[in-house]
């Protein structure tokens, strides 16, 4: 398996032969105005460049997998990048008609009970993308859609591999790594947060929380330095890691860099 960091939560994968882009959000550096609501309301997004071309972050994959439609995983720049006959994975039928609105024909769901592609296998798996009782009033003001999903993805070829999504630790998380023992874990860590939200994707002690819950899984920390809600950077997750002496489990990979498993 490799594993491409692009920007924020978008990657790119090869799982057992096939090549998945996963959330792509390719708008420029700072094309966005800044986001209300929030601890840095003078950010505009996203804030940093993209590592490559569109082009070379577009060109030869096979499926474009969407965890959710928040701006930060799915944007106009890449709607506009994608040929409309791409296979497409959405998290359910909701997502799946906007897509369809937008001119896209090839348009499956991910279930969680299993989605096939070629050999490959995918499960999906619940998140919880912030405790309801203290963030739906932001989706609501936001209009955005609280509901998000993770992907755990199979094949006899390949080592498990748990792409958690937008989520805190919680129970589907834990039981999604009981059930399905993943090798290999990508988690959303940026502790993306409102003004008084809580954490909304994954912390230091959701971190934590996951390396201890599967301890021989190496653990990617993905979804940094891109957005302006975003609460914890690279360089505080290297700290973290160092500090808990997590440097053969925990990998932050930069923009643009690949990792091969």
């Known amino acids: ?114 989605t096939k592609f070629a050999d490959i296998t995918m499960f999906a798996i619940e998140c919880l993308h912030g405790h309801p009782e203290t963030t739906q009033k932001y989706y609501d003001i936001s209009g955005l859609r609280e509901k998000a999903v993770g992907i755990v993805f199979t094949s006899d070829k390949e080592q498990n591999f748990y792409l958690a999504g937008d989520t805190i630790w919680y129970q589907a998380v834990d039981k999604a790594i009981k059930q399905y023992q993943p090798q290999i874990i990508a988690l959303n860590a940026a502790d993306a947060q409102f003004t008084d939200s809580g954490s909304i994707i994954m912390g230091l002690n959701d971190i934590k929380q996951v390396c201890s819950a599967a301890p021989k899984a190496k653990v990617i920390l993905t979804h940094l330095d891109a957005v302006p809600h975003a609460m914890l950077g690279r360089k505080g997750i290297k700290k973290f890691i160092e500090d808990n002496r997590l440097q053969n489990q925990a990998i932050v990979p930069d923009d643009g860099e690949i990792l091969q498993f």
């Open 1 to 114: 398996m490799k594993f491409q960091q692009i920007r924020g939560a978008t990657v790119k994968i090869n799982f057992s032969g096939k090549t998945f882009l996963i959330d792509p959000f390719l708008a420029p550096k700072d094309n966005y105005p800044p986001l209300p609501m929030c601890h840095f309301p003078d950010k505009r997004w996203p804030t940093a460049d993209l590592p490559l071309s569109i082009q070379s972050i577009t060109d030869g994959i096979d499926a474009v997998i969407l965890t959710h439609l928040h701006p930060d995983h799915w944007d106009g720049f890449a709607a506009e990048a994608l040929p409309q006959n791409i296979q497409l994975f959405t998290q359910d039928e909701i997502d799946a008609q906007t897509v369809r609105e937008q001119g896209f024909s090839n348009v499956d769901i991910l279930s969680a009970n299993g």
